[in-house]
């Protein structure tokens, strides 16, 4: 569907064309239609699939259609910063038609420049709960002009403990309001809040669970202690782009790091250990390329969009369904391709079958040829004696470790199909 159909104002069109979008997504189709109407939308969709701008265009087109200036207007709450920061970019490219303003508040860095933007008059404001709460509390962020309410990834706000603020911040916002309320599953509490803070909602259920077909699966089943020698022969073998691993834990992340780093490659990582300004850098540095492998744990990268991500290596097979969509929803987004790889051990049994159900289709396993996969365990020392490019959970002897310059993009040996 050509994104004339929605006749939105044209001077968003000049937006979207600046995005570079030419068709409209299913989410996207079946979403903006409906907000522009006014009504409230409950959507089940999963990531890449364009839902940020199925919210934004409708509310950057109430917005410039009518009503005041210079007060907060729209409001979108969101799990994470780094998720806050995408959707600022997104309303910045599309609203660069028209003189709307956004605004992101969260914690972990100074409120000043945050209060500075509420004072400049941003219309919109993409926050975080409990920094929001402060600078509503503390008068500087005035909701009683809100009239699109926006909750985005409200499974995520609830696993990270934050409905009790999201309900507070629902009634600090007028009852008369338009709210869209997105989330890829529905445990019971996010009913409720649904509930209560959305009236007659359409429902729009996008591949729910399932996902993006434009990604491919593969298991590389690997005893625990030979994960990063398996991981770094991978990084080694195959023809990547920017390459997203995930790890479960923010210990294991920086150590995985390491490991990737002393192999050679351009590494960062993205965790909670890591201060604001540190994950700040991460995500740039991973996003123009300048490291070609980023470590994170779930909570950091969630719903990160990165157009450059290639493969999505699971260090460590994720707790639930849920996450093991969300992060390989890091790659293969809005039609692009990209792969998933599984470091799977004998625990891992069960989540394996889970997701072949989802999926409805066995998911491939796979081996990396004349690896030692019989190689014993190493001592258990954390320190010393390993030469760069050992790996620390031990594996076959390193390789010489290849020169940084080596690893441009589209580097290494071809690709393996
Ligand atoms: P999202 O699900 O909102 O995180 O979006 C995923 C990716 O899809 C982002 O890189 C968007 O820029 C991109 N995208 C969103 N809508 C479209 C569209 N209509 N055509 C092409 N790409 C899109």
């Keep these: 569907m050509d ?8 001077r968003l069109m000049q937006g979207v064309q600046k995005a570079g979008y030419e068709k409209a997504t299913p989410i996207q189709e079946a979403a903006i239609p409906a907000a522009l109407r006014g009504r409230d939308i409950i959507g089940t969709a ?42 600022h970019d997104v309303i910045k490219v599309l609203s660069a038609g028209t003189k709307l303003k956004s605004v992101t508040i969260y914690g972990g860095v100074g409120a000043n420049p945050q209060v500075q933007a509420l004072r400049n008059g941003a219309e919109i404001i993409v926050a975080c709960p409990g920094r929001l709460l402060d600078l509503i509390a503390q008068g500087h962020a005035k909701m009683a002009n809100i009239e699109l309410l926006v909750l985005d990834e409200a499974d ?22 338009q709210t869209m309320m997105f989330s890829a599953t529905f445990p019971a509490d996010v009913e409720l809040l649904a509930k209560q803070a959305l009236k007659e909602p359409q429902k729009i259920a996008m591949g729910i669970s399932k996902p993006a077909h434009t990604v491919a699966h593969a298991l590389y089943p ?42 050679g490659f351009k590494v960062t990582s993205l965790h909670g250990d890591r201060s604001q300004g540190q994950r700040q850098s991460a995500l740039k540095g991973f996003k123009s390329g300048h490291h070609d492998i980023m470590v994170a744990t779930d909570i950091a990268a969630r719903g990160l969009d990165i157009e ?33 790889f ?37 001592p258990r020392s954390e320190s010393g004696g390993r030469g760069r490019g050992a790996p620390r959970d031990g594996g076959r002897p390193p390789k010489p470790a290849p020169t940084p310059k080596s690893y441009g993009r589209n580097r290494l040996a071809p690709r393996k199909k």
């Design 3 to 10: 994104f004339k159909q929605f006749q939105l104002d044209p």
């Design 46 to 87: 999963q990531t890449g699939t364009g839902k940020t701008a199925a919210f934004v265009l409708p509310i950057l087109n109430k917005l410039i259609s009518g009503g005041q200036r210079n007060v907060p207007r729209a409001l979108i709450v969101t799990p994470t910063r780094e998720l806050a920061e995408q959707i």
């Design 156 to 177: 995520r706000m609830f696993d990270m403990g934050f409905l009790p603020d999201v309900r507070r911040i629902v009634k600090a916002v007028p009852e008369k309001r």
């Design 222 to 263: 690997v005893p625990q202690h030979l994960k990063s020698a398996l991981l770094l022969e991978l990084l080694k073998r195959t023809d990547t782009n920017s390459v997203l691993v995930f790890t479960r834990t923010k210990h294991r992340a920086s150590r995985v790091a390491q490991q990737i780093e002393r192999a």
């Design 308 to 340: 450059t991500v290639s493969h999505v290596i699971n260090y460590d097979m994720p707790d639930t369904a849920d996450a093991y969509i969300h992060r390989i929803g890091r790659t293969g987004r809005a039609q692009r391709t990209g792969d998933a």
């Design 342 to 378: 599984t470091l799977v051990t004998d625990e891992d049994k069960d989540m394996i079958r889970i997701l072949e159900r989802i999926m409805g289709a066995e998911l491939k396993r796979e081996t990396l040829e004349e690896f030692d996969y019989k190689a014993p365990a190493p």
